[in-house]
C-alpha cells in the first residue's frame, strides 16, 4: 500500500460521489474496481475494509494515528475527506450543519429510494412477478423527492447556497442515474424539472467531476 488514499469502488452513483470528492479535494487516491456483478464484493479481503460488502470504501493508510483506517459508508466518506481536506464542508456551524442534513437526506432517503425505483422499473423481472405496487410506490416517492430538491434549490446556486459542498457531489450522481442509467426521462418528467437540470449541468462542467464520475467504470 503506497501513502495514498486507497479507494475500492465502480461507477455506480454511491461510488461516482467518492471519486468526485477525491477529485475536487485533489487528494492523491490509488483506485481499486470492485466489480459488484462479479461479486468481488463479497471476498474475504474486501470484506476487511468493509464488512457490509457495499461500495465504495476507503482505507487512509495512515488515519489511525499513524495505522491503516478503513472506513466505509459513502456518506462518512465524504465527511472524512472534507474535514481531511478542509474542503466542501462550511465551517459556519449552519451551513455546517445544513450540508450535513442534506447529505443524510440523499443516504436515507434519496438513494435508496431512487435505487428502488430503478429496480421496479428497471431491473427486476416483470414475467415471474407482478412489480405493479412496487413501481406505483417508487415512482410516487421518487418524483416526491425529485419536488423537494426542486424546491430546495430555488434561488440557489447549489444545495445549501452559492458554494458547492459534498451534499451536492452526494446527490448529483443519483440524478443524473435516473436517466442514463434508469431510462427514467420521460417517466418522471425529468425536464421538468428546471432547477434540477440548471444544477446538474453546472455541476457535470466541472472537470474535477467529470473525471471523477468515470473512476473504476463498468468498461474499464
Given amino acids: 500500500m503506497t501513502d495514498k488514499i486507497q479507494l475500492y469502488s465502480l461507477a455506480t452513483p454511491n461510488g461516482q460521489k467518492v471519486s468526485i470528492a477525491l477529485e475536487e479535494m485533489g487528494i492523491p487516491y490509488d ?10 464484493q463479497f471476498s474475504n ?4 475494509i468493509n464488512p457490509n460488502s457495499k461500495i465504495p470504501a476507503i482505507v487512509d493508510p495512515a488515519g489511525d494515528n499513524g495505522a491503516p483506517l478503513p472506513i466505509m ?18 465551517t459556519d456551524p449552519t451551513k455546517r450543519m445544513e450540508t450535513l442534513q442534506w447529505l443524510f437526506w440523499q443516504m436515507a432517503g434519496l438513494g435508496p429510494m ?69 431510462g427514467a426521462k420521460e417517466t418522471l418528467s425529468l425536464d421538468t424539472y428546471k432547477e434540477i437540470s440548471r ?19 463498468f468498461d474499464d
Avoid: N
Fill in 73 to 90: 459508508e459513502s456518506g462518512a466518506i465524504l465527511v472524512y475527506l472534507a474535514e481531511k481536506s478542509g474542503k466542501f464542508l462550511p
Fill in 114 to 182: 431512487f435505487g428502488q425505483f430503478g429496480h421496479f422499473t428497471k431491473f427486476a423481472d416483470g414475467e415471474a412477478y407482478d412489480l405493479t405496487y412496487g413501481q406505483e410506490r417508487y415512482t410516487k416517492e421518487a418524483k416526491r423527492l425529485l419536488a423537494v430538491l426542486e424546491k430546495q434549490l430555488k434561488g440557489k446556486k447549489y444545495i445549501v447556497g452559492d458554494e458547492i459542498t459534498i451534499a451536492d457531489f452526494a446527490i448529483m450522481p443519483w440524478v443524473v442515474c435516473l436517466d442514463v442509467h434508469y
Fill in 45 to 48: 479481503e474486501f470484506i476487511k
Fill in 31 to 40: 483506485a481499486h474496481k470492485i466489480d459488484i456483478m462479479e461479486g468481488d
Fill in 199 to 217: 444544477w446538474r449541468d453546472d455541476i457535470l462542467a466541472r472537470p474535477a467531476v467529470q473525471k471523477g464520475m468515470t473512476v473504476c467504470g
